[in-house]
């Protein structure tokens, strides 16, 4: 009997055992700069391409689905969205998820989307020169606004303008990423969570809300996650209805879907949602706490095979980022003490003797993490914490005249 094969547009490679355990073939293009020997290694049939171009996705799409066909198209990796659900509608197989990936990718669209159905109400506005920034700031009062570019990804280009003084500088910063249109928005205060559902032919599963620790302003990089969050019951059910509302609205049908809130003193706004896995192994805490794997779920879902079963492995997770700056490395400390620590499960560094660590700007600024288990929450952040806090590093000696 022939093997199912799937055509998978980017990733990581941690879909990959996934595939496998499910009995599976896959092909892959993937993009120069995750070019990688062993997803070549396995893959039926393997292509360097930059797949944001769907121009050069397509027509390898093709001569391989003539070849040996697809049973689906998919993407977990957020640029591979859009040509995934392209190809999938062009070869005629599961993986067209298009309306949903094209409202969430472009957060001007997610704005006016939830503007005209009048849910999660944030004051927004697309800005094409500073000017139009600083009238929209001028509109809020002076309050605090957000600059962001409108289909970013890593944090890269968000930023927080404080004050009308500051708006030029963050312009700038923004615009270096934007290459066109900024999109503004009224800040807002409150705790900062994420959201993991899960989607099959249209119906919902909200199943893990997360908590993070950013930067703060002006950035907001990502430095940690733990899980469950500790919601309060009121403050959890109006996350999980607005989501679910959301999702509908999007037209979600199979797969995940990252959803980034605030909640704020009135109620939860979403900030920004894609239909893809969480990253920063959010899917592997996930899995880890439910035991729903989000990857495989998705594939079963497209492809008619039973749902995996969801086998919980601890009460919580968390994860803590090491997040250096500023500073040439001389010498890294505390690895192995770190790796034995309790709860410990994984400590990944690529800190390394002689680097030159800039400011942290974005998601790929950071240089490792370590990710923990405990019985609840609070355990595990403590214990990502006290694991991160145990690397350390020696600044290079300055060089002499």
């Known amino acids: ?7 998978l547009v980017g990733g990581r490679g941690h879909e990959l055992p996934k595939v496998r355990r499910l009995g599976l073939r896959y092909s892959m293009i993937q993009s120069p700069e995750r070019d990688d020997v062993q997803h070549a290694a396995g893959a039926e049939r393997y292509a360097v391409r930059d797949y944001r171009v769907f121009d050069e996705v397509l027509p390898v799409a093709r001569a391989w689905h003539a070849a040996d066909p697809f049973d689906a198209v998919l993407s977990f990796t ?28 472009d957060k001007t669209r997610t704005r006016a989307l939830l503007d005209r159905h009048g849910l999660s109400p944030v004051r927004h506005r697309l800005c094409e020169t500073p000017s139009d ?7 809020l009062g002076g309050r605090p606004i957000v600059l962001k570019p409108p289909a970013g990804g890593l944090s890269e280009g968000v930023y927080l303008v404080a004050d009308a003084s500051e708006l030029d500088e963050r312009w700038g910063w923004t615009s270096l990423v934007a290459a066109g249109p900024v999109l503004a928005e009224e800040y807002l205060d409150g705790p900062e969570y994420s959201v993991e559902s899960v989607s099959q032919d249209g119906k919902h599963e909200i199943v893990m809300v997360t908590e993070k620790l950013t930067t703060g302003a002006p950035g907001f990089v990502e430095l940690g996650h733990q899980m469950p969050a500790r919601l309060a019951p009121a403050d959890r059910e109006a996350v999980d209805g607005l989501v679910l509302r959301f999702l509908d609205l999007i037209g979600q049908r199979t797969g995940p879907v990252h959803t980034e809130l605030r909640v704020t003193r009135a109620g939860p706004r979403l900030i920004e949602a894609q239909t893809r896995i969480g990253g920063d192994q959010i899917w592997e805490m996930t899995e880890l706490v439910t035991g729903a ?6 594939l079963a879902g497209l492809l008619g095979l039973p749902a995996p079963a969801r086998s919980p492995g601890a009460g919580a997770a968390a994860i803590r980022f090491l997040a250096f700056e500023h500073t040439t490395v001389g010498a890294v400390h505390g690895l192995a003490e770190a790796r034995q620590a ?24 950071r240089q490792g993490y370590v990710l923990c288990e405990g019985e609840d929450t609070a355990e ?8 991160r806090d145990r690397v350390r590093i020696d600044p290079a000696p300055a060089r002499r005249g």
């Open 293 to 298: 794997d989000l990857i495989s779920e998705t």
């Open 133 to 139: 920034a600083r009238e929209f700031m001028a509109a």
């Open 380 to 387: 595990a952040l403590a214990r990502a914490e006290s694991a």
């Open 342 to 365: 309790p709860g410990v499960r994984r400590l990944v560094c690529t800190l390394t003797p002689g680097r030159v660590l800039g400011p942290i700007a974005s998601s790929d600024s």
């Open 1 to 7: 009997m022939r093997a199912q094969h799937i055509l």
């Open 78 to 105: 957020e640029y591979g969205l859009e040509p995934a659900s392209r190809c999938a509608a062009a070869l005629g197989v599961p993986g067209d998820n298009l309306a949903a990936v094209l409202l969430t990718r």
